[in-house]
């Protein structure tokens, strides 16, 4: 049976296997958000998710919800949606506001939200080049967006909001298709969502995904948009 492992100081993780399956993927308990970690948690198919006043939870559920960036589906609703140009859309602009946005967006939903440790410790992860925030503006004014970090060719997607009609969705459609153009080869979306598997997000074994993290985390870093710039 297996055991939760409870983390120190030491920068490591227990393998993904170890993880258990009641609650699915819990992994470990307790370390730290500091930007090695989080790095390595990524590169080894685990991420923090948890409740204030809890301790830092670790998951590496089974399966992973992904999706292929070339798999994108857009319905033909959307798709006109996106002829109209009602949004702009930039990318690492105003990442703080982004990851403020999506904190508001979880509080009082059931599940976990962004803690205010987990806000400051991404935010450190944006000011070193890792974390990246999309943008999606209607007149001047911020209505939706998301983040997420970007290691080699993948991208995993931590959280959304939208304060308009189809922001979020035109923003996304938008971003994955940029990463496309990057090469971009994996989006992890944590866990399954009906939203996201109207874009063709599916699940994936952890053996599976595990194996793809191995291959494509450890390439160049495909990110090639603009980080930290003055402010819009």
Excluded at 167 to 182: M, Y
Aim: aromatic share 12%; charged share 25%; hydrophobic share 40%.
């Amino acid at each position: 049976m297996a055991e939760l492992i409870w983390l120190d100081e030491q920068l490591w993780f227990p393998d993904t296997e170890q993880a258990l399956d009641d609650p699915d993927g819990l992994l470990a308990v307790g370390g730290d958000l500091s930007p090695e970690r989080l790095l390595l948690a990524y590169q080894m198919g685990i991420f923090p998710w948890y409740d204030d006043p809890q301790p830092i939870l670790w998951w590496s559920p089974n399966p992973r919800f992904v999706l292929l960036p070339d798999q994108l589906h857009v319905s033909r609703k959307l798709e006109k949606t996106l002829r109209r140009e009602l949004f702009d859309i930039t990318l690492d602009q105003h990442f703080p506001e982004v990851i403020r946005n999506c904190a508001a967006s979880r509080n009082g939903v059931e599940g976990t939200w962004i803690t205010n440790s987990m806000e400051n410790a991404y935010n450190e992860l944006y000011r070193r080049g890792h974390a990246h925030s999309v943008e999606v503006w209607q007149d001047n004014d911020l209505v939706g967006g998301l983040y997420g970090v970007a290691i080699g060719k993948v991208f995993f997607g931590e959280s959304m909001f939208s304060q308009v009609s189809n922001a979020s969705k035109v923003g996304f459609v938008h971003f994955v298709r940029q990463l496309q153009h990057w090469g971009f080869r994996l989006i992890d979306c944590q866990i399954e969502s009906e939203h996201l598997s109207r874009f063709g997000a599916n699940r994936l074994p952890r053996t599976e995904f595990n194996r793809l993290l191995e291959r494509w985390v450890k390439l160049p870093n495909a990110w090639q948009g603009q980080q930290n710039p003055e402010n819009r």
